[in-house]
C-alpha cells in the first residue's frame, strides 16, 4: 500500500480482556515495528522484525505483550489481560534498508483505552 | 545512540523562516541524522534525513556542519499547518530504530 495502515484505529476495552492490533506496511519493506506513546510522553520501543523473525523484543514491557509477523508482511500485537496502564498509542513503522540511512515511516496509531 | 538536545518550544508568524538546532555531541561516523514531525493524535511524519553538509526536500532543508556536533532543521516560509512537534534523532542504521525520540522541540507558528 501506500503507507503504513493500521487496525482498529481506536478500540475501548474492558480491564482483563486480550486485544489484538493489526499493521499492514508498506509493499516490500522487509522491517517492521511496534511503538508505545502515552498522552504526552515520547516513543517506547516495544519490538521489531525483520522478515518474520524478531531480532530484538527488548521493549516488550510483560510477557502480556506479544507479536508476532507472517508472510513477511502483516503483523498482530497482541496484548492479552489488558491493564488501564496499557492505554496508548500504539504505533507501526516500516522500513526498507537501502544501504542508505534506515528512514522508519509510520501509520496513525491505534488508539487503546483499557477501562 | 547519540543524545540530542533541542530546545523546548519555539514560536514563530507566518511566512517566516523557521530554524532548529539539534546538538549531537556524541554522534558517530557510521549516524544519520533524522528529523520527524508530530501532529497532536498522528503519528510522526518523516520530514527529511541527512549525513554531512546540505540536504534540501521539498519541505524543509537540513544544515550538517562539518564536525557534524549539530544539525539544523531549516523550514521556509512557515504556515499555521506547520505547528507541530519536531523530533531530531541522530543513529545508524542498525540501531536508529529504537527512536529515543525524547520531549522534541513544540513549535507554535502565530497568524
Known amino acids: 500500500g501506500a503507507g503504513v495502515s493500521q487496525s482498529p484505529s481506536n478500540k475501548v476495552t474492558e480491564k482483563g480482556k486480550d486485544v489484538e492490533l493489526r499493521c499492514d506496511p508498506i509493499s516490500g519493506h522487509t522491517a517492521l515495528y511496534w511503538y508505545r506513546q502515552s498522552l504526552g510522553q515520547g516513543l517506547e520501543f516495544l519490538i521489531y522484525?525483520?522478515?518474520?523473525?524478531?531480532?530484538?523484543k527488548s521493549g516488550l514491557p510483560s510477557d502480556r505483550f506479544s507479536a508476532e509477523r507472517t508472510g513477511g508482511s502483516v503483523s498482530t500485537l497482541t496484548i492479552q489481560r489488558t491493564q488501564q496502564e496499557d492505554s496508548a498509542v500504539y504505533l507501526c513503522?516500516?522500513?526498507?534498508?537501502?544501504?542508505?540511512?534506515?528512514?522508519?515511516?509510520f501509520g496513525e496509531g491505534s488508539w487503546l483505552t483499557v477501562v | 545512540l547519540a543524545k540530542t538536545t533541542q530546545p523546548i518550544s519555539m514560536d514563530s508568524y507566518e511566512g517566516q523562516e523557521v530554524n532548529i538546532t539539534c546538538s549531537h555531541n556524541?554522534?558517530?561516523?557510521?549516524?544519520?541524522i533524522t528529523w520527524y514531525q508530530q501532529f497532536p493524535s498522528q503519528g510522526p511524519r518523516f520530514i527529511i534525513q541527512g549525513y554531512k553538509t546540505k540536504v534540501t526536500n521539498e519541505v524543509a532543508s537540513l544544515f550538517i556542519p562539518a564536525d557534524r556536533k549539530s544539525s539544523t532543521l531549516s523550514l521556509p516560509r512557515v504556515s499555521l499547518s506547520d505547528t507541530a512537534v519536531y523530533y531530531c534523532l541522530v543513529g545508524d542504521m542498525d540501531s536508529s530504530y529504537k527512536l529515543i525520540f525524547g520531549s522534541g522541540t513544540r513549535l507554535l507558528v502565530r497568524p
Open positions: 522484525f525483520q522478515g518474520n523473525s524478531a531480532p530484538d
Open positions: 513503522a516500516s522500513s526498507s534498508y537501502r544501504g542508505s540511512g534506515n528512514t522508519i515511516y
Open positions: 556524541n554522534i558517530a561516523t557510521n549516524d544519520y
